[in-house]
């Protein structure tokens, strides 16, 4: 079954883009029909599942002058894309990965730890939907409500978590992310450093926002000068809307407080 | 431009927590005091030609932030690694010293690694670029098949790392045995085997390129062997294999 909610996202939400031509992002059961069908040959039909290339829900020049057209169009448009293809080609020989939602396959193919071949795409198609969502232009300042209280309750203050949350930016080594996730078992907010394509999703805490620190992704506007790029970031362009509507959906799952429960 | 060695003639001494200044040939008087040590610290080799003249194999832009800045910023932190190790280790601070370890691999191994890059890189006009002979040139022939064959591995396995790292033509100085190797970050080919000797090393890291190949490592690849410095390589195998 098609699922629309690959990722902790509700699609109600407003974030979405209102243009339909926007694919969606489900898995697709596609027929190839052999030439020469018409003439009555009963051929094996080859049978391919493949994911679409979600857009940023946003103009490609839409970030300037944080994140420039230029970084949009190679990071999205080349590498985002690269992964996509490359995945697509890989499930195009591996039959068993067939069918699953990009969560689910993100997951699977994490095989807890030892991952198959096909993660590094599968994952990296996945961080990319997230990283893009976790943005929007007029993006930064501080959170709503619900948000910056979990995070004054969890970091003690947002000028704390900032700093949490730069400085692991900083000293990540090599290629990777760096999330604000809701851990599940600790049932608290924390920031996490991921390296190349891990997501926190693999460990089942649930990502609320992310940064993506490989060097793709801010070299061509800031060159080696991450201290400015991560301040722009979470100045300018983290999306605080997708981040509320992430925890709200993350608290169907994860009990943050004392539970109501009804009295008869 | 003077090829200077890794090590500054700077040195520091460093007192233990007593706060003495003991000079460097302090030694232990048997009064109690600890040994003090001397804390090498190092700086940025030269390297030895222009930014600009690996151009158009690599921008001069590139090999300016990439010695300037990304290799720089390796050495000021394993400095800061260091004196912090140095610190934990007279105070007797295991937590530390240990903690202390993966700055010092990946900033140390940093300085380490871009040292020998720059030398492994050469203009056009000073021989970048033109194959081994002699004794490397028959030791690649033996083990590879023939030079393009390793040209193409290397290219195949640069291409394929994922995330950051290195890809290294190195000598198994004990089996005596060429080999292709990769390397995750800032690790250097040591971490592969005790035995390794780096010949050459080609950085895939982003920042190496990216200014200019953007996304597309493998034409990176593909060009940067022009300028290839293979003197320098088969001065370090013949050194190692006479």
């Known amino acids: 079954m098609a699922s ?101 396959l993100v997951k699977v193919t994490y095989n807890n730890g030892n991952p198959l071949p096909e993660f590094n795409n599968a994952a990296q198609v996945w961080t990319h939907d997230f990283f893009w969502e976790s943005m929007q232009p007029g993006g ?8 910056l209280l979990q995070i004054e309750k969890d970091f003690g203050s947002f000028t704390n978590f900032r700093e949490k949350f730069i400085e692991a930016a900083l000293t990540l080594f090599g290629s990777g992310w760096i999330w604000l996730a809701l851990k599940t078992k600790e049932k608290r907010l924390a920031v ?27 070299y061509l506007d800031y060159k080696n000068d991450k201290v400015k790029y991560v301040n722009m970031f979470l100045n300018n362009l983290v999306s605080w809307n997708a981040a509320t509507a992430r925890m709200a959906r993350a608290e169907a799952f994860v009990n943050l407080g004392e539970p109501k429960i009804p009295v008869a | 431009m ?47 030609y222009d930014y600009s003249a690996l151009e158009p194999v690599i921008s001069g832009e ?35 010293v240990v903690k202390l370890q993966s700055a010092i691999k990946f900033n140390g191994g940093g300085h380490i690694n871009h040292s020998i890059f720059w ?34 591995k290397i290219n195949t396995e640069g291409a394929a790392l994922q995330g950051s790292g290195w890809v290294w033509l190195g000598l198994d100085k004990e089996m005596k045995r060429l080999v292709v190797e990769t390397t995750a970050n800032q690790d250097p080919l040591v971490t592969k085997g005790a035995n390794l000797v780096p010949l050459l090393g080609i950085d895939v890291w982003e920042h190496a390129y990216y200014l200019q190949y953007k996304n597309v490592r493998p034409d990176y690849l593909k060009n ?14 013949e050194k190692e294999c006479p």
């Open chain 2, 2 to 48: 003077a090829l200077r060695t890794l090590i500054s003639s700077s040195r520091q001494t460093l007192a233990t927590g007593l706060g003495l200044g003991l000079q460097s040939e302090a030694r232990n008087l048997g009064l109690g005091f600890r040994h003090a040590r001397e804390l090498q610290t190092f700086s940025l080799p030269d390297l030895p």
């Open chain 2, 119 to 152: 030398k492994n890189l050469t203009p056009i006009r000073e021989g970048g670029g033109e194959p081994p002979k002699h004794s490397l040139g028959w030791a690649i022939d033996t083990h590879f098949g023939s030079f393009e064959a390793l040209v193409q």
């Open chain 1, 192 to 218: 996490i450093k991921t390296s190349n394509g891990v997501t926190p999703i693999v460990w089942g805490d649930i990502p609320i926002i992310s940064l993506d620190m490989w060097e793709h992704a801010y």
């Open chain 2, 62 to 96: 590139i090999m300016q932030l990439h010695h300037q800045k990304h290799h720089q910023t390796y050495i000021t932190n394993y400095n800061k690694a260091l004196e912090q190790l140095d610190e934990a280790m007279a105070k007797g601070d295991s937590s530390t």
């Open chain 1, 4 to 104: 629309f909610c690959s990722r902790p996202f509700p699609a109600s939400s407003h974030l979405l883009a209102t243009d339909f031509s926007r694919p969606l992002k489900i898995s697709k059961l596609l027929y190839l029909q052999r030439k020469g069908q018409f003439h009555g040959s009963q051929r094996a039909s080859k049978v391919l599942a493949f994911y679409g290339l979600t857009t940023p829900p946003y103009n490609l020049d839409a970030l300037e002058p944080y994140m420039s057209q230029r970084t949009l169009e190679i990071h999205w448009g080349k590498h985002h894309r690269g992964y996509l293809e490359g995945l697509n080609k890989q499930l195009e020989n591996n039959n068993s990965l067939y069918g699953y939602t990009m969560d689910e």
């Open chain 1, 140 to 147: 930064g300042k501080i959170p709503g409500h619900g948000v």
């Open chain 2, 224 to 237: 940067v062997w022009k300028v290839m410095n293979w003197k320098f390589a088969s001065e370090v195998y």
